[in-house]
C-alpha cells in the first residue's frame, strides 16, 4: 500500500477513513459494529469478573453455568419457530456442533477456574493474547496451512513474550487475589492456560472450516447450540457449583455482579460469533487481543495489579508479535 504524498493527505485519509467508520457503526449488520460489541461488552465484563474475583477467587464455575444459561435463553428465540413450536432447521449438523461444544465448554470453563490456582489477571491477559500463537500451529500442523517466515518469526516473538511475563509472575507475584501464591498450584494453572490457548486455537479453525464448508454463516444458531449444549456438562462440577451458591448466599453484592457479568458477556460473545461468520477466525483473533490490551491497562492502573519491567517487555513482545502476524501480507 503506498504511503501518503504528506501530512495534508494522510489526515485526510484519516479524517475519511474515521468517517467511513462511524457510518458502518450505526449498522448493526456491519463488521465495525461487531467489533465494538466486542471492545464495550467484553472490556467490561472483565472488569466485572476482577470485581468477583477479588471476593472468591475459585467463583469461576457458578460464573460460567450463569453466563452459559442466560446466553441459551436469549439465543432461543431466534431458533425456535413460534408457529411449528419447533426447533428451527439448522445449518450445521448436530455431529459438528457436539465437537464445537466440547472444546468451547472445555475453553470457557478453564478461563474461569485458573483464577483459582493463583493465577493473576495480568498473567492471564499476556498468556491469553498469545491467541494467535496456537491459531498459527493449530492451523499448520493439524488442517495443513503453510505461513510465511514473518508469521514464524511472530509466533517466535509471542512465545518470547509469554515467557517473560510467566517468569515476572513467578518472581514478583507473592499475593494474588488476596491468597498467597503455591508454587505448585500456579504451575498447575499455567497448564490448565495452555490447555486452554490449544482449545481457543482448534475451536477457531473449526469453526471457519464449518462455515466454509456448511455454507450459511448464522451468528444465533452457533451461539445458542454452543452455550445450550454445553449446560449438561456443568453437572461434572455440581459440587463446585454447591459451594459457589454458598459463597453467593453469604455476599449479596454478588447478585448483582453476576447480572452485570451476564449481560457484558452476552454483548461481548454475540460479538465474537457475528465477527467470526462475518470474516475469518484470525480478524476475530485480532479483534479480541486488542481487547485484552486495553483489559491489561484497566487491571494494572484501576485495580492496582502488579506489573514489572519484565511484565512490560513480555507485553511489547506478545503484542508485536501479534501485529507482525496480522500485518504478513497474503501469498
Known sequence: MLLPE?????????????????????????????????????????????????????????????????????????????ETFKLKERSIPLWFYGILVFLFFLQSYINNIVFGYHISMVL????????????????????????????????????????????????SEVKVFGQEVNISQW???????????????LL?????????????????????????????????FYKDLIANVETLILNPILYWYLFLSVITQIICIRGVYRLTAQTNSLTTTLTITIRKFISLIISIFYFGNTFTLLHTLGTLLVFYGTHLFVSTPKE
Open 6 to 82: 504528506g501530512p495534508t493527505s494522510f489526515v485526510q485519509q484519516i479524517i475519511e477513513e474515521t468517517t467511513q467508520f462511524i457510518v458502518q457503526l450505526k449498522d448493526p449488520a456491519s463488521v465495525p459494529f461487531s467489533c465494538a460489541m466486542i471492545m464495550i461488552g467484553c472490556v467490561f465484563n472483565v472488569i466485572v469478573l476482577e470485581m468477583i474475583l477479588n471476593i472468591d477467587s475459585n467463583f469461576g464455575p457458578l460464573l460460567t453455568f450463569i453466563q452459559f444459561l442466560f446466553i441459551s435463553i436469549e439465543s432461543f428465540r431466534y431458533n425456535f419457530d413460534f
Open 124 to 171: 492471564h491477559t499476556i498468556f491469553r493474547s498469545s491467541s494467535l500463537l496456537m491459531n498459527l500451529i493449530v492451523g499448520m500442523f493439524m488442517f495443513g496451512f503453510k505461513q510465511p517466515l514473518q508469521k514464524i518469526l511472530s509466533v517466535l516473538l509471542i512465545t518470547i513474550g509469554i515467557f517473560c511475563a510467566i517468569l515476572a509472575s513467578n518472581k
Open 204 to 236: 477457531g479453525n473449526l469453526q471457519t472450516y464449518g462455515y466454509q464448508k456448511f455454507g450459511k454463516k448464522d451468528e444465533n444458531e452457533n451461539l445458542f447450540y454452543s452455550h445450550a449444549l454445553s449446560l449438561p456438562l456443568f453437572l461434572i
Open 187 to 201: 504451575t498447575f494453572g499455567l497448564l490448565l492456560l495452555t490447555l486452554s490457548q490449544f482449545t481457543t486455537g
